[in-house]
Each structure stands twice: as C-alpha cells, then as structure tokens.
C-alpha cells in the first residue's frame, strides 16, 4: 500500500514541475517580446509556484492520512486474526523464549506441560536451520505430543539483535494442525485393504501315494482344518481351489500379527502326526497393487519364489519388496522324469528355432556352470545350430579342468568374451543361462539386455531378483547341481546325443564338487545322473586330480580354520585377510574344512576381493546359511550360500555378519 501511493505522488509532483515549467516558458516568452512584462510575469510565477507547494502539501497530507487509516485498519485485522486464530499458534526463539501464543494455542495445550515438548521440536529446527543456513526458511515436520500427532507448519526469521555479542537467535512462527484423526482414519484405510493369499501343500503327492487310504483322509482333514482355522480367525475368507492349494482373502491389519507370529503355521503343519512324512505348507501373501486381481497376480508369482525356494516358507509382497519367514527343513527330492522329459523336448524345439545359441554363467565360473555350458554346447552342436559360451575363465575355481579346455582345438573357437559375444548375436539368438537366475549375478549383463530370447537352467533357491519373461525355465531346487539337469536334459532328449570324454568328465566334475563328493544334498536322481555319465568312461579319479589343492592353499587354509572365532557354541567365522585373486575358492575350501570340526554346525569365510567383500557359508543342515547371507545380499541353498558386500572393509564385514547371525538365531528360536 505505501509503496502504490508513494508512486501517485511521484507522478504528481513530476506533473506540477511540467506544468511551471510551462509557465515560465510563456512569461519569459512574453517578457522577450515586451520588456514591460517583466516584474508583471515575476510575481505572477511567484504566485503559482507557491499555489502549487500548497496544493501538493495538501493533497500528501491527506493522502498520509489515508495511509495510515488504512494500515491501522488491517493491523487491526490482522492482530485480531492472529489472537483469535482458529490454529493453535507459538511465536517462538531458538532459545527456547517464547514470545507470544494464541488463545487457541493456550486451550489447546493447557493441561499439559508444553515446553517439555516444545524444546525438542525447537531444536531439531534450529539445527535445521544451522544446516542450511538460511535465516528464512519455511517448514513442516510431524511430532507426537501428549498421544496426539500434530503437523507442525512455520516459517524462521532471523531475530533483531541489540548486544551483537550475544549469540545470533531467530523466531519461529509455529501453526500446530491437529492430524490425530486424519491419521486414524488413514490407518483404518490401510488396515482394512485386503490382502491376497495363497498357500500349497507342499508334499501332497507323497501324503496320496505313501499314506494307508484310512489313514489318508483323516490326515488331509486336519491339514485342512488348521489352514481354515488360521485364516478364518482374521475374518477372512478361504477357499480350496486344488487338491493342495488354498486362496484366501483378509484384512491388512491381520498381516502384522502373522508377521509377528512368524507364520507359525508352518510349524503347526509339520508338527502334525502322519508318520515318515513331514508336511510342510507354503505360503505367498500380497499387499501389491491396486485392485484384487494385481494383487493375486503378485501372489502367484511370490509363490513362485517360495517354490523355487524348496517350500515350507512364506513369503510377504509388500511396497515392492519380499520378506521371508521359515525355510527351516532341508529341500526333499520331488522331481519327476516326466517333466524332465518335457523340458528337454522343449528345449530342444526352441534350440532349432534359434538363428544360433550362446551359454552364459554366472560371475567367477565354476565347473558346474563351465560342465552345463559344454554339455549344452553338444546338445545344439547334434541339433546343427552354431553355440558359442561367453565367459572369461580365470583362477583356480576350475582347477587344471581349464587347461584341458584351453588345449582342445574344439573349444578354442566357441569361448568368447563379452565383446566376441555381443558381435555374434541376432534378433533370433537364444541365450540360455546356467547355474544362476539372479539379474545381478551374470557374468556379462549386457548380453541380458541385449538378448530377448532366454532359457533358464539353475537349482539355486530362487531370489527377489530373478530374471523374469523367459521362455522356459527349468529351476529345481532339489537338484544337487545344474551339471546334474543339464545331464537330465540330454538323457532325455529325443535327438541320438552322444558327449564326449571331456563333456561327460565336466557334468561329473560339476556333480561332484556341488554335492561335496557326494555327500551333501545328494538324491537318487543325482546318482542316476552320475551313473549315465558314468557310461561315457568318466575316470573318477581324473576328475578328482582337477580339483586338488596344492600345498600352499592347503597352508592358507590351515592358517584360516586356525584363526577362526566361534559364536553360539557352534557357528564358525573366519577371515582371509592376504590380497589374492583366488580368494572366493580359498574361502569356499576353508568353510568346507571347518564343517569337518566336532560340533561345527555352520561355517562362514570371508575375504577381500578387490572393492568388495566376498563371504562363503556352510552348514551340515542344522542353520540356514542362506537365509543369513540373503540379509547381506547373497543366496544359495540351506547347506551352501555366498554373499559379496561392496563398499565394507573386513572388520566392518565381520561385525555385520555377527549381527546377522544372531538375528537369524532370534528369528529361528
């Protein structure tokens, strides 16, 4: 407002000047043409220049006084709006001084002591304030006072200074919004959205063929019984959609107290009486998406997860991220040669529609992955389509296997770097990856995103980050190594496949080393993958001379299990602090060796390798190495997982794995 008039009475001013100065144009006019003018024309400007001081005068004076009617009348105004505000409102300094509050503040707050929780909230917005440095900032934060929650909005100016030796304060303009109900009711929204569930009777087949018929019956109806009891005590709704399989719809709020039970219906199941058998359930619920149908789609394929994870879990979708619960009991062998035969025609079919194939593993290639890239590489050579394996084999995770590789003229041709690689592929490539399913964990991603048409073949137990929209995914978690399905898949081949020494020598070594000499994870279908490879004169001991370790890494590992620290009586942790490209070996050897110790239950060696931190783990079946290492970004199996941290140095490594440990033991008693 001050400023809007002060311009009129610029423009006035500068109006009246014009106008003299006319005037005194024409006098001095008149004066020029007659000399008689002259003291005539004086006085007659003299007279208008004091006319015009006077009205200017005036008309300021009344235009002042308008001025200050006007801001008297909205100070008025807005003193009256701040006393009477309908918003609790704190005038505020830095040092805890307050200054002014309304009336609305004063009843609000009147049965409580405010300033224990004013002090709080005016220092978390000072320091605020000395972060940013900025001396008129605007802000909204939320606090919790006397069980209320209350949105805080304000606005900070710098505060006037008379000593400026005293510390420099400022003045918060503080609105207090009352959001108790609004919270309430958003918690009520959100409690009250449904939840897709869905669970599966893992072991079905083996209740139906194993089970007495009398006996059969009874069993199912008590499995039954406590699903039905499980869900309908949330007051949702369940039904059985297969012989094994339930849908089942609830309220979110339910999900906290499963998550707080820990699911233990997964224990409920298995403590159920039915002999030899032990029953275990799987369990995929999701919170995801915006309509039902979203949200059972996102269940399906969280249970795929939890199936490829070997069952007996459950698995919680919510705001994009899974959490897992159980996955306490080893993995039981349920596959059957009928899918296994449909695979490997499948397979097959998609090999001859293929322009040409290339095989990819994982980062640090091993002989399970390099045994299944060979032997797929014969079964697409006896198909006629050309095969190529991108890799960079390095280190001694191959043993002296490489060298034999390396000298056969066959092979020579068909091993590719990623650039090699990237120049053979076409729009009709197939790409079929082995030993792993993990985006992050390919040895060269670009062929990933390069490549559309993708087959998967891995027995890890599934991850979040699973490579998705392939063509067919051959992931079993029962097998005891990807060499072992890879042999499966030829066995059953329609097409006459005939391997060579070397080929069959790689699957077996592939066999061997997962299962540990055959003495972990090891099924029936595992010694029937290795007696068909046995036909093709696999020498065993050959294979076994490959994978020998030399003197100095056995000392290595001697030095290892030596410095090893045990926690909770039984789980082993041990570091490898010597700079060595090997690392990852040396530690997976040396978990391996501790587990040969009395009372030794788990094992876990770590070691520095470049920027990050790799971590082997191992256990005899008792804890669950993969869900440990699955909390510092790693998988696996139960007896067998790896983790790489990046950005840790050993000693920090060390501590987070503790931590995970006694997390997994708090979480399992």
């Known amino acids: ?16 000047i014009i106008y003299i100065l006319l005037i005194g144009f024409l006098c001095i006019s008149l004066c020029i043409y007659d000399l008689r003018w002259i003291i005539p024309s004086i006085v007659l400007y003299a007279m208008t220049i004091i006319y015009t001081l006077w009205v200017t005068g005036k008309k300021k004076n009344e235009i002042e006084k308008h001025i200050k009617d006007v801001t008297s009348d909205v100070d008025t105004a807005s003193k009256g709006n701040l006393v009477n505000t309908p918003i609790p409102l704190v005038l505020i300094e830095t040092n805890g001084n307050i200054i002014w509050r ?14 224990t929780y004013l002090n709080p909230i005016v220092k978390e917005i000072k320091l605020d304030i000395e972060k940013n440095e900025d001396e008129s900032i605007e802000f909204t934060k939320q606090f919790n006072i ?60 083996d209740i139906i063929q194993r089970i007495l018929p009398e006996k059969k019956i009874e069993l199912l109806a008590k499995i039954e019984r406590e ?16 012989r094994d399989s339930f849908i089942y719809v609830f309220e979110q709020q339910y999900l906290t107290e499963f998550e707080k039970e820990k699911f233990n219906i997964l224990d409920k199941i298995k403590s159920i009486d039915s002999g030899d058998i032990q029953i275990t359930l799987s369990i995929a619920i999701s919170a995801d ?39 306490k009991t080893l993995e039981v062998e349920k596959r059957t040669k009928v899918k ?7 397979i097959s079919r998609i090999i001859c529609d293929s322009d040409n194939v290339v095989i990819m593993g994982h980062r640090n290639i091993d002989i399970d992955a390099f045994g299944s890239a060979l032997g797929l590489y014969r079964l697409t050579k006896t198909l006629g389509k050309s095969c190529y394996i991108a890799s960079e084999p390095s280190g001694k995770s191959l043993g002296k296997f490489l060298d034999k590789v390396k000298n056969d003229e066959e092979y020579k041709e068909i091993i590719l770097n990623e650039e090699e690689a990237l120049e053979v592929i076409t729009n009709n490539t197939l790409l079929i990856i082995v030993d792993t399913h ?26 979040p980050d699973c490579i998705e929209n392939v063509l067919v995914s051959f992931h079993e978690v029962y097998a005891s190594s990807t060499s072992e399905l890879v042999t499966e898949i030829i066995q059953y081949s329609k097409d006459d496949i005939t391997l060579t020494l070397l080929e069959a020598e790689s699957l077996y070594g592939g066999i061997m080393v997962d299962t540990k000499d055959f003495t972990f994870k090891t099924g029936v279908r595992t010694f029937e993958a290795a007696a068909y490879l046995r036909k093709y004169g696999v020498d065993i001991i050959r294979v076994k001379k490959w994978f020998q370790a030399d003197l100095e890494s056995y000392n290595i590992i001697a030095n290892i299990v030596r410095s090893v620290e045990i926690h909770n009586d039984t789980i082993a942790v041990a570091v490898y602090d010597a700079e060595d490209e090997n690392a990852n070996l040396i530690c997976a050897k040396a978990a391996d060796e ?76």
């Open 227 to 242: 699903i039905i009891d499980w869900v309908t005590k949330t007051g949702g709704l369940i039904i059985k959609t297969e």
């Open 146 to 205: 006397d069980k209320k929650i209350y949105k805080i909005r304000g606005s900070v100016v710098k505060a006037k200074r008379r000593d400026k030796k005293k510390q420099k304060e400022y003045i918060l303009s503080l609105y207090f919004l009352n959001e108790t109900k609004y919270n309430e009711l958003f918690d009520s929204y959100v409690n009250t959205r449904p939840c897709i569930g869905i669970a599966i009777i893992d072991n079905y087949e």
């Open 102 to 115: 309304s009336k609305k503040f004063v009843a609000e707050f009147q049965n409580i002591d405010i300033a």
């Open 289 to 327: 998406g915006n309509t039902n149908y979203e949200k059972y789609k996102s269940a399906l394929s969280a249970m795929e997860i939890v199936l490829g994870r070997g069952g007996d879990q459950a698995v919680v979708r919510k705001d994009g991220k899974y959490k897992f619960y159980g996955g």
């Open 438 to 463: 993990k985006t992050s964990y390919v040895e060269f991603p670009e062929l990933l995103n390069k490549i559309d048409r993708k087959i998967i073949i891995d027995h890890h137990r599934k991850a």
């Open 340 to 346: 296994a035969r449909t695979i490997s025609q499948s």
């Open 1 to 16: 407002m001050p400023n809007t008039n002060g311009k009129i009475l610029d423009k006035l001013t500068s109006k009246n």
């Open 594 to 669: 501790l587990l040969t110790i009395s009372d030794i239950t788990a094992s876990f060696v770590m070691a520095k390798m470049g920027e990050k931190v790799c971590i082997s783990g191992r256990s005899i079946g008792d804890i669950n190495v993969q869900l440990i290492l699955e909390k510092l970004g790693g998988g696996g199996h139960i007896t067998l997982a790896g983790a790489q941290l990046e950005g840790f140095t050993l000693e920090d490594a060390k501590d987070e794995l503790v931590i995970r440990i006694n997390e997994y033991l708090l979480e399992t008693e």
